[in-house]
């Protein structure tokens, strides 16, 4: 960089023009009252005078600029009699000429800082230096910074032993060590109040050489890097060199501040982003052992430039840029508060134009491989891959607009580039850029930033979009987008950050998801689908917070993403649950092999249908080789439907009924795959047994009613001849058919490394937890006959055999049951005991709240109740038996809504919970579809109608159980029986 030979000679001063208007005059007014002081002492005034009116309009807008010409005025002097140039470059020798250690370099670096800065800005605002003279000669001067940094570091390391090289070692002060300036500096394009961009490295082989004996090089190498970045990053009385980023290395959230070359060769060819080959695009050598710096670089080509790309890899290069949202032209764009670098119409958009059509093409075309930003639009339309009025407009904006960025950032040393929001600041701003006029000079900064937008919108046009409706996703680099951080915020995120910073993250590869480049390309199209999708959840930052849970526990990604990105409506559904149903969220969390099933084509299809489980579960169970081999396999294929039943009741694709018969529905099957398992084991440990077996489920598996949250409630039936005994151990049949049932206890509630089944609840056999577990068919027959109450007889009216040993057996168990419930049972009031058990449990289990759908005066107790009463009396005079509550409510249509309604909330409640849960505390959406559930028109409505519908519900029940007892029983049965509902 350098002027031109005529202007060469004429000193700065006396070429400086007025850059606008005085915006402020008292400010202007109060400086050169200082500055006639000092220059009336010191002999200048008339240099003085000759600048006075192109320094005013900088005294009258920036404050950073007074105060350097007021606190420095023989610095001011002497750049005002310099050729611009000369004191650029005595600006750079001095620096250059700084080797001591930290504490002796600091001041002056600070110094050769500010009359760097003044020097730029009076030759920027005066209209002697053009944009690339301004860029280079801050990036010159940054360039200088850091390897006076490094020999100051250096030095203070030789002197405290750790450091054994010699300082003038041709390779660098250290050895091995080297620094790449990237971004901004990378291309001799930096703004006035930019920060640097640094990535470290070292060479090991190299390194290890110049370390004394048994110094560890990482922590000397993490020692240098954090010295120099102090060095220059600490303010002081004298101000700041420049504020130092090294987090522009792999991974820097993982990585030590200075990467091992090697290592970072291998991340760059493993998970290395399509943002860090833009990235390398603008890097250089800046300090340090450049011949290793070079070799680096050499072998980072064929990741920054590759030669092939298939359509995958050139989508995710756009989407670099489709991650900005592109609103219709003018839309929204007003110059107050307009961030000229990364907003709409911006500084970016055009880098990005430029860059991403760069990576696709500079890999067969090296002509395109340019560093800055001008040079590579020039390039691009050089050779015909955009039209040359396109690079020009661009070309022209982008010089505007980095002359605008660093009159914003002159007011006040801010690394800020938006435009001020205060009308007295931006007017400020306009004045440095020429204009007097507010207004107008508003309406051409935000015409500047749509012919941009417009121009950034024309590129890729077309395809898919990756922005979102809320506005843009950007999550490249390392740091987090101001307009994406809004973005999140607009779409109800409470913790924008921690999601930003969680998305970038998968974005770097760090889970096993992305950890491929197929992997994180198909992330990068699914991260703005997710994000909206949870916005729309009304529950985002609990959707996404169980979604990461799920993601990041994933053993590979690209499967599930293909298939989320293809069916958008499951993939809705699934995080659906992430917002409203913990438990399932927790499934997929503890065991994202849940989610295998929604591979399964079966997955959507209507509850109802016969999709041939039991004959999976029952195939696969066979296959394995052991009774262990079993339980895992039927757990397996149990997870993946339990997620898929849970789905279906969540969303409403399937009603309470469907979703109770298809919970059941899959207990059967683990139940008639475990049976005969558990009976083969239990014949292989005690060999076979003459005599046959039978389960029989009661409660709600018996009555095909079950919830998410049911357990089972069973019992088994056997009979043997009286003598019989094990062929191996000569167990007896009671022993034996212990034994099975204990097994077949285990196999449905035990845990292993494939999760639980269900809680298994023997306890409404004949004689109870006092009697054997596994009951003789004869003794049942003697119990139901002699001994058993109203209550438990109320429990055989949801009684079913599930599996028998013997089909025959199975129907004698059948039977059996039946023949129980219809034996007469002379003197026993039904009524009065259903009446007597009811009030019992009013005093004695008392609701836990409202929403305790259970055992709420006219809850599913009273509806249940009630239907195991009409069972009772119907079989009593020989009427047809039914195991279903609502069939059995058929008379009574008060009770029968009253059960179905409960049983559509308890189905909502007890997918989406574990526990006890106050839907009160949830969400609003997902309140209002427990009210579309119901039948409500919203929340309230739904608590308003249930109170009512309770009430009328508890009166069908006394009408439907007459109550005969008024004074007998209150002392009579002394605790509640085990619940039967």
Request: with cysteine.
């Amino acid at each position: 960089m350098a002027d031109t030979a005529t202007s060469a000679s004429i000193p700065l001063g006396q070429r400086i023009k007025p850059a606008g208007p005085v915006a402020n005059t008292a400010a202007a007014d109060r400086l050169l009252e200082s500055l006639i002081e000092a220059a009336d002492a010191d002999g200048w005034r008339d240099t003085l005078d000759a600048a006075w009116p192109a320094l005013a309009p900088v005294a009258g807008a920036s404050p950073y600029l007074a105060g350097l010409m007021r606190r420095r005025p023989a610095h001011l002097r002497r750049l005002l009699e310099q050729d611009p140039a000369a004191s650029l470059a005595q600006i750079i020798r001095d620096t250059d000429a700084l080797d001591a250690e930290p504490d002796e370099v600091r001041a002056p670096l600070r110094v050769l800082k500010a009359d760097l800065h003044l020097l730029t800005a009076l030759a920027d605002l005066g209209g002697v230096w053009d944009l690339d003279q301004v860029t280079e000669a801050l990036s010159k001067f940054a360039d200088a910074s850091c390897r006076a940094a490094l020999r100051a570091v250096a030095a203070e390391q030789r002197a405290r032993g750790r450091l054994v090289s010699p300082s003038g070692d041709p390779r660098g002060p250290i050895p091995g060590l080297f620094g790449l300036a990237m971004g901004k500096h990378g291309a001799n394009e930096l703004n006035y109040s930019s920060d640097i961009d640094i990535s470290l490295f070292f060479e090991p082989r190299l390194m290890v050489l110049a370390l004394r004996e048994g110094e560890e090089m990482q922590d000397f190498a993490n020692r240098v890097g954090k010295g120099i970045a102090t060095l220059l990053t600490e303010r002081t009385a004298d101000g700041y060199v420049f504020r130092v980023d090294l987090r522009l290395r792999p991974d820097p959230s993982s990585t030590p501040p200075v990467v091992a070359g090697p290592m970072a060769l291998a991340y760059y060819e493993s998970v290395g982003q399509n943002w860090e080959r833009a990235a390398f695009i603008k890097a250089r050598p800046v300090l340090g052992d450049m011949r290793a710096a070079g070799r680096f670089l050499k072998a980072m080509i064929p990741f920054i430039w590759r030669r092939s790309l298939d359509y995958a890899a050139v989508l995710d290069i756009q989407s670099i840029k489709k991650q900005i949202h592109v609103h219709k032209t003018g839309e929204g764009l007003h110059a107050a508060g307009a961030n000229l670098k990364l907003g709409r119409g911006g500084i970016r958009e055009i880098e990005f134009y430029a860059q991403t059509q760069q990576l696709i093409l500079g890999g067969r075309d090296p002509g395109l491989r340019k560093q800055r930003t001008l040079e590579a639009l020039k390039a691009l339309a050089d050779a015909d891959h955009i039209p040359q009025a396109v690079c020009e407009e661009l070309s022209a904006a982008y010089v505007e607009l980095r002359g605008l960025e660093h009159r914003v950032q002159m007011l006040d040393d801010e690394q800020t580039h938006r435009l001020p929001e205060d009308r007295e600041r931006r007017a400020a701003v306009a004045a440095l850029a020429g204009s007097g006029d507010l207004a107008a000079f508003d309406a051409h900064v935000e015409a500047l930033l749509v012919r941009v937008n417009t121009r950034y919108g024309e590129l890729f046009e077309g395809g898919e979009d990756l922005d979102s409706s809320y506005g843009s996703l950007v999550f490249t680099g390392v740091e987090n987008d101001p307009e994406t951080l809004e973005t999140l915020r607009r779409m109800g995120f409470s913790e924008a950050p921690s999601v930003a910073d969680t998305i970038r993250s998968w974005h770097h590869g760090r889970i096993p998801a992305t950890r491929t480049s197929r992997g994180r390309e198909l992330f990068t199209r699914l991260a703005p689908r997710l994000l909206e999708a949870l916005a729309r959840s009304g529950a985002p930052d609990d959707a996404f917070r169980r979604f990461a849970t799920f993601f990041s526990g994933l053993a590979a990604g690209v499967q599930v993403q293909a298939l989320f990105l293809n069916q958008p409506k499951l993939f809705e559904m699934v995080l659906g649950v992430m917002a409203f149903a913990p438990r399932l969220a927790r499934t997929l969390g503890r065991q994202p092999a849940a989610l295998d099933g929604v591979l399964d084509a079966r997955f959507l299809a209507d509850l109802s249908a016969e999709t041939g489980l039991t004959e999976q579960i029952l195939r696969e169970a066979g296959e394995t080789e052991d009774f262990e081999g079993a339980m895992n396999a039927v757990r397996r294929l149990h997870r993946e439907q339990m997620f898929r039943i849970g789905i279906h009741a969540m969303t409403g694709r399937a009603g309470p009924e469907a979703a109770g018969r298809a919970y059941a529905a899959l207990a059967d099957a683990a139940m008639l795959t475990l049976s005969p398992a558990a009976l083969a084991e239990t014949e292989r440990l005690g060999g076979a047994l003459p005599g046959a077996v039978a389960v029989v489920a009661l409660g709600k598996a018996g009555s095909r009613e079950m919830t998410a949250g049911s357990d089972l409630d069973l019992m088994t039936l056997y009979e043997a001849p009286p003598d019989a005994a094990s062929a191996i151990k000569g167990w007896t049949a009671d022993v034996f058919y212990a034994r099975f049932t204990q097994r077949l206890i285990a196999a449905l509630s035990a845990h292993t490394a494939e999760g639980g089944l269900y809680e298994v609840d023997m306890r409404l056999r004949p004689t109870g937890s006092k009697g054997p577990v596994s009951v003789r068919l004869k003794a049942f027959d003697a119990y139901y006959a002699r001994e058993a109450e109203t209550w438990e007889f109320m429990v055989l009216t949801r009684a079913r055999v599930v599996w028998a040993s013997d089909a025959k057996f199975g129907a004698q168990v059948s039977a059996a049951i039946e023949a129980a419930l219809r034996r007469p049972r002379p003197g026993v009031d039904i009524a009065a005991d259903v009446r007597k058990m009811r009030a019992l449990m009013d005093r004695e289990r008392r609701p836990h709240g409202f929403w305790d759908l259970k055992l709420s005066p006219g809850g599913q107790v009273d509806a249940e109740f009630a239907a195991q009463f009409r069972q009772l009396q119907a079989a009593a005079i020989g009427e047809p038996l039914t195991l279903s509550t609502l069939e059995a409510l058929h008379d009574d249509p008060v009770l029968a809504e009253a059960w179905r309604v409960q049983q559509r909330l308890a189905h909502l409640l007890a997918a989406a919970f574990e526990g006890r849960v106050d839907p009160e505390a949830e969400p609003s959406v997902f309140q209002l579809r427990l009210a579309e559930a119901a039948g409500a028109q919203d929340f309230e409505t739904l608590k308003t109608e249930l109170t009512d519908l309770r009430a009328r519900a508890r009166k069908a029940f006394e009408r439907a159980v007459p109550a005969r007892f008024e004074k007998e029983g209150r002392d009579g049965d002394s605790e509640t029986p085990r619940s039967i509902s």
